[in-house]
């Protein structure tokens, strides 16, 4: 089983409506983040949280929202979506900071449509 | 973070070695260098990372320059599965918090 899970893996919708995007991860670990990615370029960091009762702004917060219900599980709120929300949006988690690594494992991706 | 430059694209030949080449002239002497790979149509993983010293894993092989400025990954033997975008990234080793910061990274294709 995967240990990353993001559901839905594919959704359209329309302008103006209210989307939640969910993420569950078993890796155990603390750190989880939300980033977009639109066609032929990287990822962009919307928001990130260090544990439950820690949500930060990423680069590209705007028109976005988030909530951290348990350690396992961070969810991405787009409350109006827009078109130029149209992209491809992954979840990330990583083990509790100071390690060199700090590695981040990645679901599988929603691809996000808003017409 | 401080900022990589890598080629938008490379292509290969399968079974032979691959470099791919990453500038970071600004990288500062906290800064380790990440790289990852996205394979089609999934989320970024992880490949290898390192500081000063050259590095090897399963996955593949890091060289960085002596003076820090530059770096490359090295695969030693290209299969199709390795076609995928490779992103160089700089972390300080004082981001507590992990964080990534994706480029444009490199295309790279495996021809059979």
């Known amino acids: 089983d995967a240990d990353v899970t993001q559901t839905p893996r594919n959704r359209i919708t329309k302008t103006g409506k209210r989307i939640m995007l969910e993420c569950s991860q078993t890796k155990g670990h603390d750190r989880m983040y939300w980033y977009r990615q639109d066609p032929g370029l990287g990822l962009r960091l919307i928001y990130y949280?260090?544990?439950?009762?820690?949500?930060n702004k990423g680069e590209i917060s705007d028109g976005y929202s988030v909530s951290r219900q348990a350690q396992a599980k961070f969810s991405l709120s787009l409350e109006s979506a827009i078109p130029n929300q149209t992209a491809l949006y992954f979840c990330?988690?990583?083990?509790?900071?100071?390690?060199?690594?700090?590695?981040?494992?990645f679901g599988p991706g929603t691809r996000l449509t808003v017409l | 973070d401080a900022k990589t430059t890598q080629p938008n694209s490379m292509e290969s030949n399968e079974e032979e070695p691959v470099h791919l080449p990453c500038n970071h002239s600004t990288i500062s002497g906290t800064d380790y260098i990440h790289w990852y790979r996205q394979l089609p149509s999934q989320g970024p993983e992880y490949v290898i990372h390192g500081l000063t010293s050259n590095v090897n894993n399963r996955m593949a092989s890091l060289a960085i320059a002596e003076d820090r400025k530059s770096s490359t990954l090295i695969l030693h033997r290209a299969t199709l599965r390795d076609a995928a975008v490779y992103y160089c990234?700089?972390?300080?080793?004082?981001?507590?918090?992990?964080?990534?910061?994706f480029g444009g990274g490199t295309r790279l294709m495996v021809k059979p």
């Open positions: 949280s260090f544990d439950v009762k820690d949500i």
């Open positions: 990234i700089l972390r300080d080793s004082n981001n507590a918090g992990n964080m990534l910061t």
């Open positions: 990330a988690t990583s083990a509790l900071g100071g390690s060199s690594i700090g590695e981040q494992f």
